[in-house]
């Protein structure tokens, strides 16, 4: 088992970043974003981002044009370079 190197929460503001979009394609645009935001930040490769099935359903929750204004994630990052998200209640 990999062992833990960093464990922190985010904020991600959604509501300015997707007003750019057609709503029609904002839900998708929102999920790509959580990624990339996380990437940048955890310093490893957008597909080293492993995003759990809570954080889709509450993006897609009310549809594909009303992506909620911010969401809470906890990101953990192992010493392997992987990246696991989770959505915080």
Same mark, same amino acid.
Not at 12 to 28: D, E, F, N, S, V
Not at 46 to 51: A, L, Y
Not at 52 to 80: L, M, Q, T, Y
């Given at each position: 088992?990999?062992?833990?190197?960093?464990?922190?929460?985010?904020?991600?503001?959604?509501?300015?970043?997707?007003?750019?979009?057609?709503?029609?394609?904002?839900?998708?645009? =929102?999920?790509?974003? @959580? /990624?990339?935001?996380?990437?940048?930040?955890?310093? $490893? %490769?957008? &597909?080293? +981002?492993?995003?759990?099935?809570?954080?889709?359903?509450?993006?897609?929750?009310?549809?594909?044009?009303?992506?909620? =204004?911010?969401?809470? @994630? /906890?990101?953990?990052?192992?010493?392997?370079?992987? $990246? %696991?998200? &989770?959505? +915080?209640?």
């Amino acid at each position: 088992m990999a062992k833990v190197e960093v464990e922190r929460i985010y904020t991600i503001g959604l509501r300015q970043k997707m007003k750019r979009y057609p709503r029609w394609l904002r839900a998708k645009k =929102a999920v790509k974003y @959580v /990624r990339n935001f996380l990437s940048k930040h955890m310093k $490893v %490769e957008p &597909e080293n +981002v492993k995003i759990d099935s809570s954080i889709n359903d509450k993006i897609w929750e009310r549809g594909g044009k009303k992506v909620p =204004a911010r969401i809470r @994630v /906890r990101a953990v990052k192992f010493d392997d370079g992987i $990246v %696991e998200v &989770e959505l +915080v209640s």
